[in-house]
């Protein structure tokens, strides 16, 4: 694996947590300003998450060299 598909799994790993970790708190009674700022940016984060580790899959998977057909 590519040292370049490894950052971008670290970095979409970190998005996933911080936004989990977002909309895990909003099982707590918050004002309606700090909801909307914390489901928004947590919905956000967890699909930034999503869409890196897609592109990170897919940068990995062609920098492997196909096999001959024979």
Known sequence: MPLQSL???AVAAVFALV???LLW???RPQGPARV????MVG?????LAIVLAFS?????RWSVPDLPVS
Do not use: P
């Open 56 to 60: 990170a899959h897919a940068m990995w």
């Open 36 to 39: 909307y700022v914390y489901r």
């Open 25 to 27: 708190q909003l099982r």
């Open 19 to 21: 936004g989990l970790w």
């Open 43 to 47: 919905i956000m984060a967890v699909s």
């Open 7 to 9: 950052i971008m799994f």
